[in-house]
């Protein structure tokens, strides 16, 4: 265990309070039970992540008892052991330098749509926007190890969608900071949800494909706030 | 930008508390999921509308948040950009001018049948009472511009629901106020939900033409506290 | 409009408590959608029954908000306007005068068997502790007068269930008291999902008739508190 | 009525205070409605339990209106009744030494897997995890006496699942303590939701038998937090 330099002490400090007040969020929007998922942050500048200490309720998660380890998952700071998916999380961040967060869950009907193994097709609007196009299917991986990792990276590099379906398992998301991954994971068990229910009823139409293009081009660069003077991009990335 | 005359200052001011206080009842009867949904009030005796800031989370949303615009979607008054569905909202107050609020959402049963492009028949009193008819399905259109606005005043002129299904996409609603718009979208909700449910058992009845007449005449004109000294009728108009 | 008797008014002072309270229950097990339901106590001793103001919301109601009727739907006193559903709360009160609780809701999954017309099949052991049978349906009748009235006590009369599901509408439930009446319409939407569900994968088996029998017995005559000293049959009737 | 002996006070009296606050679990998951679930802990170290009283509303739930009783149901300290599936937890405390923590409800999807008589397959991570097997469905067996107690034991014995699936019925669990039977519960009705939801669009394949293993002995034996000094195995048992 190594100590980490002086000068990251307070982005660090910060990072353990988000990550922290982030999983209220899987709580509120019901992608979680009992102590099923769990979210982590890169450290700018580190090879070094933020993650939720394995097994420990949402109730009582606190900035303190959030693990800080190294991109292997081992810990380097904190008395909790971290979250049993702790490699998924580092291989992503070894393998994609561009992201800073990282979420995994088992929310409901988008884990229905895993465990058949079926990628949820772009037809509404709020999927073209946040999605781009199909959430992809990874493949099926046991935990402990790289597998869970190289699947999540191998099906989501050059996809547009952050979000993608472990076969059999559940979601793990990926955004620029942790907020965008949770936002992410929360958007997909939306639209699986809607997409389920617009299903029990018959077929759906797909959306044209310059229609999803179009869609996802706007919401990526017109949506929401632009940053202004005191706002930082990460604060604003999704607001 | 032009400053809006002084006499409409208690007004504005008095719209931006609703329309800020009435989003929390998108998130209490799960209509909206992150920043997905958004209300705005007209300002009656001007070109103006009072409307949701993009992108900002419910939690956040505060009276002063509230953008003031004009009904082509410029910015009056605000430090945030409007809602992105701004233009919608602006030409439906054009183009309606008896509709003082519009909802629109992408609450989950009720774009499920917009997905699949299919009206939500008539056949619970709860619906006849509320909507006096089926909740008809709008164009698809794509965001920016008028293509929208079109859409909703195109399928909703001369329809007695406050409710259209925009097609691939969500629920707009339409009401004398924005408190009666969002109840229209809340009951959207309620009727697309029962509807599903009732329709994965078999088939539903209608209910006769003469009584969704019957029941429709009598919500919009017995139910509710009739107004009385020192209620205006907006205030009255859904209690 | 007639002044109750002096003797009255510690119980009708005290059921104008109990009605507003239990519009609460309503809320917090989702059986209704912004004022769609509504429940009243008759005064026992007297032609007079408590009941909702129409149109409230349940977070706006008060006690004193309540609204005192004669059972032909009179207001006795009171600065609101009663229900729309009061004609039919006293038509089965005038009927039933072991009645003393009525509760109308439009709960989703109970209005969409009732939106079929379907009965809910007695086949889990919970429906037949609370309702000893099927949950029948009663007519199809419009709003305003005793045709409300007439069905829920045609339909119920002789009846072991508490709820009837009328057809293309929704529950009205009864009960010794307001809230036994509660209580029913609470249990008949949980049985009317978990009845839902099962049946979306496959047949259910329905209860043996001997068992149902035995069940309702034991649970109408054996579980909860016995009444002790200082506790009314009323207060534990469904404790 | 015996009296416990004073050395077992402190432990009956931590029992009570866990088992009351444990049924706010069983709230906050949606797996019960009205008064309809149950909690019980073994003492250890007696043939003594702490349940539930009978029909008390989970708001009224108090440490001191927790039932004690010896494993044959008899009541030793309380003023209420207890539980009317008492009978049914104390045949499982008598026939299995190894659990201390028995848990009853009627969760919604899981009772509709039960009203079918249908086993759950083990085709989700998350189920191999804390079932290592398929959800078994034991005998339909009437209250009263210890026909369900049997049931339970003769499907759990020798089984990994901590969930037995009554038939017609509802859900009981086992655990090593409360905590843990409130987990499987927890647990068990997720799965059974995410297995309902994703059937519903077409075949879920089961994960191989060697997986369902290996996630199973991982969970079991890594997951969590270890004990440390000041812990006890029970407070991280699932945690």
């Avoid at 109730?59 to 800080?68: A, F, G, K, Q, R």
């Avoid at 052991?81 to 580092?90: C, E, K, Q």
């Avoid at 561009?98 to 058949?116: D, E, F, I, L, Q």
């Avoid at 781009?132 to 996809?159: C, E, N, Q, R, W």
Wanted: aromatic fraction near 6%; charged fraction near 20%; hydrophobic fraction near 40%.
């Amino acid at each position: 265990m190594t100590v980490p330099p002086p000068e990251l002490r307070p982005e660090i400090h910060r990072l353990r309070r988000e990550v922290c007040a982030l999983h209220a969020e899987l709580v509120r929007w019901g992608l979680v039970t009992w102590t099923s998922g769990n979210i982590s942050a890169r450290v700018p500048g580190a090879e070094l992540m933020v993650i939720k200490p394995s097994g420990v309720s949402y109730d009582e998660l606190t900035p303190e008892s959030m693990v800080l380890t190294d991109l292997h998952g081992r810990t380097v700071e904190g008395d909790h052991a971290p979250s049993s998916d702790t490699d998924a999380h580092g291989y992503v961040y070894r393998a994609m330098p561009h992201v800073g967060g990282v979420v995994h869950t088992h929310s409901p009907y988008a884990t229905a749509w895993a465990a058949r193994g079926e990628p949820i097709p772009c037809a509404i609007t709020a999927m073209a926007d946040e999605f781009g196009a199909d959430i992809p299917v990874g493949p099926f991986a046991l935990i402990g190890g790289d597998d869970i990792g190289k699947g999540v990276v191998a099906t989501l590099s050059g996809h547009r969608s952050p979000a993608v379906l472990m076969r059999s398992h559940g979601v793990f998301t990926i955004g620029a900071g942790p907020k965008a991954a949770v936002k992410a994971a929360v958007m997909c068990e939306d639209v699986a949800r809607t997409m389920h229910l617009a299903l029990q009823h018959g077929p759906v139409p797909a959306l044209a494909p310059e229609h999803v293009d179009a869609l996802y081009d706007r919401y990526q660069n017109v949506y929401g706030q632009r940053p202004a003077a005191g706002r930082t991009p990460e604060s604003e990335e999704d607001s």
